[in-house]
């Protein structure tokens, strides 16, 4: 049996520059969409998997292992607190011998039909940080089968996280080139 964590919410706008951003209710919000709903989910399904040797996939965003725009800050910070707690619970799922498997999918931007609508630059982001709907349902079922313990895609999503561990200041490289900013003008 399989539990498929799937849940996305968040506000776009630059923290400092939107007063309503920072309103403890939204903040909540956010949480409870992207983090604490898929915490349960696993909670309540753990029992049962473990029965039939199941396994969980969740799905995470690169905005989960690094800071990846600036107008994202709490759909980050979310799932942050999403990939702390899965990456948790896969150690103690791994020492525990469990008969559970997990695997935590980063996914990055995703060239659905909402993202596109969102993105209304999406043509000037270069190829290598754009994966296909195609391609990221075949790894993800792929992922389903074969359990691995994490699945990043595009694949440029893996390579800019190791930069960013390497190199901090690696976010602001992406930012000056505009990428996924738009509250910002970049003339």
């Known amino acids: 049996d399989y539990l498929i964590a799937n849940h996305a919410g968040g506000f776009t706008g630059t923290f400092l520059a939107f007063p309503h951003l920072q309103e403890p209710d939204l903040i909540e919000k956010a ?8 915490i349960q989910l696993a909670i309540k399904s753990l029992p049962h998997l473990e029965k039939t040797s199941g396994h969980i996939y969740v799905t995470s ?3 989960g ?8 800050h709490i759909y980050c910070a979310s799932k942050h607190a999403l990939n702390g707690f899965f990456y948790s619970l896969q150690s103690e799922l791994i020492f525990k011998k ?3 498997s997990l695997t935590v999918g980063s996914l990055g931007l995703i060239a659905t ?9 999406l043509d000037s982001i270069p190829e290598i940080y754009k994966g296909s709907v195609e391609t990221c349902a075949k790894l993800m079922i792929e992922a389903y ?10 694949v440029s999503n893996w390579i800019a996280r190791l930069l960013w561990l390497l190199h901090p200041k690696f976010h602001e490289f992406i930012h000056d080139r505009g990428y996924f900013n738009e509250d910002y003008e970049d003339t």
């Open 98 to 100: 469990s008969k559970v």
């Open 113 to 121: 039909k909402d993202i596109t609508a969102m993105f209304d630059r």
């Open 61 to 63: 965003s690169i905005g």
């Open 31 to 38: 949480f409870r969409i992207n983090t604490f709903s898929m």
């Open 145 to 154: 089968i074969e359990r691995p313990r994490t699945m990043t895609y595009p």
């Open 65 to 72: 292992e690094f800071p990846f725009s600036t107008q994202h």
